[in-house]
């Protein structure tokens, strides 16, 4: 460990209690759009404008979530992914955004997102460069945090890049208690855990908790389907079950949402938006809001889905078990007494749908009076069944089938 993370540790154990993570935020899981998948680090505005990092695709982003419905769905926060700095800080060590792409600077664009009714996101890194190479919060944090409390951002993704990993369990409280020293609410997500398992380390996630709203424990989703399903069989896995640690305050985070964008095919983004929705995940969209395909928006808007995900009991789903690259059978609690979401996933690219036959039973379940069923995405009623009797799936190769189980 760094004499400056020794220093800060020391520094921590002497918070009183009060000054711990209670900041109020991520009661469910948060909602909102953030621009790395779809936009990365596009910087060239000049021949690019449409599309590169800057205020002007922010505020049509907030002005799209408000017409497009996505607002009133519980989309709410729009966030700023890497590249949105000056290559350095000012004469006062301060952070500035990039004043060619970011000319009337971060407050006026956060009272932008706030005039409607939105949230703004920002990200920076606890390392000494971002992962794109623009300043990192190494040595700067307390400076850094008040800087975004001053410009009234509402959410911080913390990377970390450009650190190592040993010294985050360190430094990463110290920059929750900057955050919560300002006085102003910030939801906090940490990259912590993902980069700890990265390097072969066991994440402390009571720790994880006790500092983080919200926080990545894997790698970077990318725009396929190979990558969704290995995030998925990554929290079917569920190592160290970082499952139980889910709930109002905190939440895993395996990434964001790649419906609506170019790699996956509409059967994939349902499994996706399912899968997300049963892991009590953060929902963070990440596709071009002028453009976006309507089956792709019906998923992201489906209220069904979008109520399992936001249930305020915060259950994560587990995988109850799996046949190898075929079935997975995965169940979330939900805070209805003895009602459950369970999702069946297909694994299996062959061209039909797999009939998948089985009981309550079979699935473990004991209420002797049976459960009825309601398939999750159109609410439709599929009947009641007692606890023996068999009833049979059809689930679309690389898909889901989604339902709710009710007991009687």
Known sequence: MTMIFKAAAVFCLLCPLAIALDNGLALAPPMGWLSWERFRCNVDCVNDPDNCISERLFMKVADLMVSEGFKDAGYEYVNIDDCWLAKERDSNGRLVADPDRFPSGIKALANYIHSKGLKL????????????????????????????????????????????????????????????????????????????????IKPNYTAIRASCNQWRNYVDVQDSWASVLKIIDYYGQNDGDFASFAGPGGWNDPDMLVVGDFGLSIYQQKAQMAMWA???????????????????????????????????????????????????????????????????????????????????????FKNANGYSMTEAFEGKSMGSYSLTEQFVLYIEPTSIFLFIADPL
């Open 121 to 200: 996101g920002i990200y920076e890194d606890f390392g000494s460069k971002t992962c794109a190479g623009y300043p990192g919060s190494e040595f700067y944090m307390e400076l850094d945090a008040q800087t975004f409390a001053d410009w009234d951002v509402d959410m911080l993704k913390f990377d970390g890049c450009n650190s190592d990993p040993k010294d985050m369990p360190y430094g990463y409280p110290v920059m929750e208690r900057f955050l919560n020293m300002t006085g102003h609410p910030i939801l906090f997500l940490c990259q912590w855990p993902g980069y700890l398992v990265g390097v072969g």
């Open 278 to 364: 049963l892991f009590a995940s953060p929902l963070m969209m990440s596709f071009d809001l002028r453009s976006i395909d309507p089956q792709a928006k019906a998923l992201l808007l489906n209220k069904n889905i979008i109520a399992i995900n936001q249930d305020p009991l915060g259950n994560q789903a587990i995988r109850l078990f799996e046949v190898p690259g075929s079935i997975s059978v995965w169940l979330k609690k939900l805070s209805k007494p003895g009602s459950v979401a369970i999702g069946v996933l297909n694994k299996d690219n062959e061209g039909t749908p797999i009939p998948y036959k089985t009981s309550f039973a079979d699935l473990g």
